[in-house]
């Protein structure tokens, strides 16, 4: 497995636990435990949006809902917007945990 793969794993491991589709033993019994967060902690703000962001450029619409409704859930606030105007966005993480779209300079969370 490369870096983007276990990337990816940990992504939709991390999005399961949150979203309660499974729980950390299932994954553990499928023997690839990777996470973006600490499952034994809760999610953090920041991880939980760049989960969110990960799941727009993979164009998974449907668990970037699931992800905003937990996060209003859990930190009882809206999720900020996460869309500029651009046709097709280049969003990056700053160093102060803002993701910035490169192109148009747009901070989207
Ligand atoms: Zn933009």
Do not use: W
Request: glycine letters at 2%.
């Amino acid at each position: 497995m490369n870096e983007k793969e276990i990337l990816q794993a940990a992504m939709y491991n991390s999005y399961d636990v949150i979203t309660h589709k499974r729980t950390i033993e299932d994954i553990e019994y499928d023997g690839m435990p990777v996470f973006v967060h600490f499952p034994d902690r809760g999610i953090d703000k920041t991880s939980l949006k760049v989960m969110v962001m990960y799941f727009i450029m993979a164009e998974e619409y449907e668990m970037c809902k699931d992800l905003t409704d937990e996060y209003e859930l859990i930190f009882n606030e809206k999720m900020p917007s996460l869309l500029c105007q651009c046709d097709k966005p280049q969003y990056y993480l700053r160093d102060d945990d803002v993701i910035e779209c490169e192109k148009c300079k747009t901070e989207v969370i």
